[in-house]
């Protein structure tokens, strides 16, 4: 009987014992993995930290670096051939004068002022005549296509003739339309004659009149469609001959002649080059911002 107690008691023993050594077991493998992740955990962190933190200044450095670069990848070789021929055409303008010779001698011995305003691509000349003033306007944009025809009826004419090269230096010969109206300060209504200016001559194609002043001088797209309601009067050229040739006369004397008709061309000239090299510089600054 004491036999059987004592192999009960220490079967128990024996048990417990063993419970104990699998507690152990098992509390220890766990403080060991947790001791290991927060190592693993402790030597991550930093790396992960540090990428974190690198990727937005390589952001950063991306974003300024492209905006330094410009937007298109062209934009470079463009400003690099802008600044060339803007480089040109400073050095050509540099040896003409500010004020051209040609212009000097004009004013000096015409009664006509001059209004240019750069960036516009009209021209107006004013004078007066006793009670009427006169406003006669042309347009550089004329000059382009107008080069492009002459050019290519040069290059027929000079297929065709034999004779010998001229050295006198060429009339501008390219036409240009121009404006004038006349207004009276003690009389009511505006003369307007549209013309073209072409081989130092004025040539009349139509004489309008408008009892409202204003709405011959009006310069708006409101007023231009008021004015393609009325009567414009007839083409100049239907005109009886002698009336034709007092209108000529009558223009002459108010500084419409020869002299206006060749000065014209050249200024439009001098105009158009001013303004291309403004263009140049406008365009240039624009795509380097």
């Not at 690198?54 to 070789?77: C, H, M, Q, Y």
Request: proline letters at 3%; a negative charge.
């Amino acid at each position: 009987m004491e036999f059987h107690v004592l192999t009960l008691l220490h079967d128990q023993l024996t048990m417990s014992v063993l419970r104990t050594l699998r507690q152990l077991t098992t509390t220890s493998s766990r403080v060991l993995a947790v001791r290991q992740l927060s190592t693993v955990s402790h030597r991550a962190l930093p790396t992960l930290a540090t990428r974190v933190v690198s990727a937005p200044t390589n952001a950063r450095a991306f974003s300024v670096s492209a905006r330094k670069l410009g937007e298109g990848a062209s934009d470079i070789a463009l400003t690099d051939k802008l600044s060339e021929e803007l480089k040109y055409e400073q050095e050509s303008a540099s040896q003409i004068a500010e004020t051209p010779e040609f212009l000097s001698q004009f004013l000096k011995i015409n009664p006509w002022e001059i209004k240019d305003t750069l960036g516009n691509d009209e021209v107006v000349m004013t004078r007066t005549f006793g009670n009427e003033k006169l406003r006669l306007m042309f347009s550089i944009a004329d000059i382009d296509s107008a080069e492009e025809d002459f050019q290519s009826e040069e290059s027929e004419s000079e297929a065709n003739e034999t004779e010998e090269e001229d050295t006198d230096d060429p009339l501008h010969t390219y036409p240009l339309r121009a404006s004038l109206s006349i207004t009276k300060t003690n009389g009511s209504g505006c003369l307007n004659v549209d013309m073209i200016c072409q081989e130092g001559h004025f040539v009349v194609e139509n004489v309008s009149f408008y009892k409202d002043a204003q709405l011959g001088l009006d310069l708006s797209a409101d007023a231009d469609w008021k004015r393609r309601g009325t009567y414009l009067g007839p083409q100049f050229e239907t005109l009886d001959v002698g009336v034709q040739e007092e209108f000529e006369k009558y223009l002459a004397e108010r500084g419409v002649n020869e002299t206006a008709a060749l000065f014209i061309p050249e200024y439009a000239e001098f105009k158009e080059q001013k303004e291309y090299v403004s263009w140049l510089t406008n365009v240039k600054t624009f795509i380097e911002q």
